[in-house]
Nanobody, 116 residues
Framework: VQLVESGGGSAQAGGSLKLSCRAH????????MGWYRQIPEKERELVAS???????EYADFARGRFTISRDAATSTVELQMDSLNADDTAKYFC???????????WGRGTQVAVFS
């Protein structure tokens, strides 16, 4: 599976950004898709994920501000990020899990920078 991300960039605090990711390849093995983020010297952390059935999971910091959505027909997952703050500055990675062992696939990441 290949994951191609788009979106990201910079935004003012309080503003919004939208991330998009499209899966290519063996998309029929995908169980869930989602977004993680990472800042230097810290571990990658879950932002939000969504299963094939539409069940969404959010990190505490994302709940109420971010919305994840998925289009199964195009194997695309989007992350709408509102009310951004400086702590949201990070590199965001698209993720999908496949097969019986939920194998992780990763995009290359897209940078998000929030400034005051």
């Amino acid at each position: 599976v290949q994951l191609v991300e788009s979106g990201g960039g910079s935004a003012q605090a309080g503003g919004s950004l939208k991330l998009s990711c499209r899966a290519h390849g063996n998309i029929f093995s995908i169980n869930s898709m989602g977004w993680y983020r990472q800042i230097p010297e810290k571990e990658r952390e879950l932002v939000a994920s969504i299963t094939n059935s539409g069940y969404a999971e959010y990190a505490d910091f994302a709940r109420g501000r971010f919305t994840i959505s998925r289009d199964a027909a195009t194997s695309t997952v989007e992350l709408q990020m509102d009310s951004l703050n400086a702590d949201d500055t990070a590199k965001y990675f698209c993720n999908c899990k496949t097969g019986s062992i939920d194998y992780d696939w990763w995009g290359r990441g897209t940078q998000v920078a929030v400034f005051s």
